[in-house]
């Protein structure tokens, strides 16, 4: 059966037509979005590797942390479909300006820490959570290898090139002495958050895409707001909401600067590579431009001395990146 046959289908048993569908901007995955009758309509089809049980087990467990996602009204999982809450239009990426962007940027964190602050032993859908091994970051890490340097700038990697890449990453990694216990949402940005004023609290936001989330360190996702290649922020900023983040959590300054530096690097080199891929493989050429933003990010983490190797291994293979 065709794709949109079963969308109708799937509609017709909710009492609404395929025609009332309106498209949304969708993201780097497969699954599409459509607003119809003020709700949200996911299609993460299964021919194309989505699955909407991550989506939904995620979705019960931050329902369970107290905090703001979208209600699931209906569910066809055998063909992937989920009809959702509308949580609005004001998506943090839109809304932030200059005025606001520190106390909207605070209102995130105090998320964040509220996620830092659930002990994951007490909730039974953690059960199924991938651990953000370093297995798993290497894994990720490989797409800035094979998607930016080999096919994007078209370079010769030798196999012992790759090897001390591996090496070194997982090295560092290693060194951090990483206690992997808490929610990583893992998209924790911008694009993903929606500020909802009618709210109260933590609910005021609301948290998309959310069905990727693994078991590891919070710091991951406090890397991936303060660094984010959509939209960056001031160093004075940056280290404002550090604090902040800090005085909510209780965290030590010193570890969380060395994972936050960590986190940061590895992100964005993956960055690198999915972003080569979505242009060379699936024809999406448009997030290309933030890849200067992900070079400035990897670029200003790598003078720690604790990423002395991989500053000198980009030397190396990069050795006219400035």
Known sequence: MPRIDKIEKFLKSNQMEVKNLISIKNDASFRQYFRIDNKILMDA????GEDVNAFININN???DFQLNV?????????NGFLLLEDLGKNIFS?????KNEEELY???IEVLAEVYKKNLNEFSQTSLLENYSIEKLLEESQLFIEWYLKKFLNLNILQTD??????IISKIFHSLDPKLEKLVLRDYHVDNLIYQNSKLGLKKVGILDFQDAVIGQSSYDLASILEDVRRPITENLKNNLIDYFLNLTGYDLTQLKKELIFYSV???LKILGIFCRLSIRDNKPNYMPYNDNAWKNI???LSHPMMADLKNWFKKILPNEK
């Open 266 to 268: 590895q992100r964005n």
């Open 61 to 63: 467990l931050l329902q």
């Open 106 to 108: 605070k209102k995130a």
């Open 45 to 48: 089809d299964p021919d194309l």
């Open 94 to 98: 839109r809304i932030l300006d200059n």
């Open 299 to 301: 670029k200003s983490n």
């Open 162 to 167: 790759t090897n001390d890449f591996t090496a």
């Open 70 to 78: 979208p209600k699931i009204y209906s569910t066809d999982k055998e």
